[in-house]
């Protein structure tokens, strides 16, 4: 535990650092490079259940905003397009992306007008696996579709206000069962570590995913800001974090068989899958209220209140409302964040990318060589099986402060 500790602390520190933004505006926003090729992310804010560990930008389903919002989005693309950004992949999440289906086609229609997009990646619900909404997703080319699942549990799916809205554990697993081979990808997001969770409850989750087959498993920690923490706990039990390795260990040995590890937490069938985006992607843009984008070495973030993006966006194209330009030496601990995530980092590309991996990341590798976290292979700095779970506890800290800072932000829903 004290390795884990330590790599909490670290990254609790860090992360701290990379929150400190400043408060920025359309004027601000990173140019593009020219020969660059960058991942579009469209945040789609809205869901019909708000579920209450999750820390993402979401408000309940309003149709009127809705509307407005779609309109404002599209005219966010715009504007990157008129400042000169190229793109080939779109990630589209939230909140629930198909919660308006017709919309979502016409943002798609109109990237896709703009750019020659190769890959397209969506997040649903459950309850969104009918045959209208499928029709649309298979209309627009989705490549990947990713069904948020969190758990098969039935108590579970009570607990965190899921199943009333989203559908009992057979139903879900009858509704995933007939989509498997209609994308080129089906991803199912599962969650451990809930706190009703037992090991008999995970080990009849993995059985579930298991008898699915879908392609791929994307199976997060638990990850609660500070706020949700507190709320949740008033609920009636806390959160037991100190079982968290043994039940991950449960997870990558029950999946072993029929997967590979393709990250510290997503499970393929098959190399060469689309995974998440920064993972697979060193820059981004986002679109969309709270939308994140990482850009010539800074981290930026739209404005959250969905009334003030649509506002922004009507006056000035773009909504971005904070920044935080990172030092080259963070930019190179930043990289290693998201590179080790996939468990294996190339020297050369680092050094290549940064010229200067060496003189600031000697402390870290020889952290993690030290503590057998990883090993130097043919020029790869590769984490082992104790390693992926360091990082997983280091990516944990980092997202769960990064929803501590969302939660922190006014969510505003109606317009004045």
Not at 68 to 97: L, M, W
Not at 110 to 123: D, H, M, T
Not at 140 to 161: C, H, M, P, W
Not at 337 to 361: N, P
């Amino acid at each position: 535990m004290l390795t884990e500790t330590l790599l909490t602390a670290q990254a609790a520190r860090l992360t701290r650092r990379y929150l400190a933004f400043q408060q920025a505006g359309a004027a601000s926003l990173p140019s593009p490079d020219p020969n660059a090729e960058y991942l579009l992310y469209i945040h789609i804010p809205f869901c019909e259940e708000l579920c209450p560990f999750c820390s993402f930008v979401r408000v309940k389903f309003e149709p009127l905003l809705a509307q407005n919002f779609f309109k404002a989005v599209k005219r966010e693309i715009q504007a990157c397009h008129d400042r000169g950004y190229r793109f080939g992949s779109i990630y589209i999440g939230g909140g629930t992306p198909t919660i308006m289906p017709a919309e979502l086609a016409e943002v798609v229609t109109l990237v896709r007008r703009l750019w020659p997009i190769r890959q397209l990646s969506v997040e649903t619900n459950p309850s969104h696996l009918v045959d209208d909404t499928l029709s649309v997703l298979r209309d627009i080319g989705t490549n990947r579709l990713s069904v948020g699942v969190q758990s098969f549990d039935n108590a579970i799916l009570e607990d965190v206000k899921r199943r009333h809205k989203y559908g009992c554990a057979e139903t879900i697993r009858q509704r995933i069962g007939a989509i498997i081979g209609s994308f080129d990808t089906v991803n199912i997001d599962m969650i451990f570590n809930f706190k009703g969770q037992t090991e008999q409850t995970l080990a009849a989750d993995i059985r579930a995913v298991n008898e699915l087959a879908a392609d791929q498993i994307t199976w997060y920690p638990l990850m609660l800001s500070e706020t949700k923490k507190r709320q949740l706990s008033d609920g009636g039990g806390m959160f037991d974090f100190a079982r968290e390795k043994r039940l991950y260990e449960m997870i990558v040995d029950g999946l072993a068989d029929a997967y590979r590890r393709e990250s510290v937490w997503c499970f393929s069938k098959k190399a060469g899958l689309i995974d998440e985006y920064p993972v697979t992607h060193d820059e981004y843009l986002g679109v969309g209220p709270g939308a994140l984008s990482y850009l010539g070495g800074a981290l930026c973030i739209n404005t959250f209140s969905i009334p003030d993006y649509i506002r922004q966006v009507n006056e000035h194209g773009i909504s971005l409302a904070s920044m935080r330009q990172f030092s080259p030496a963070e930019q190179v601990r930043f990289d290693l964040l998201l590179k080790l995530l996939s468990g294996d980092l190339d020297i050369r590309a680092m050094q290549e990318k940064h010229g200067r991996f060496w003189r600031t990341l000697w402390p870290e590798v020889l952290f993690l060589l030290a503590t057998r976290a990883a090993v130097l292979r043919k020029g790869h700095i590769v984490l082992t099986g104790k390693g992926r779970y360091y990082w997983l506890t280091v990516m944990r800290t980092l997202l769960s402060m990064l929803g501590q800072y969302r939660d922190t932000q006014p969510i505003a829903m109606r317009l004045p």
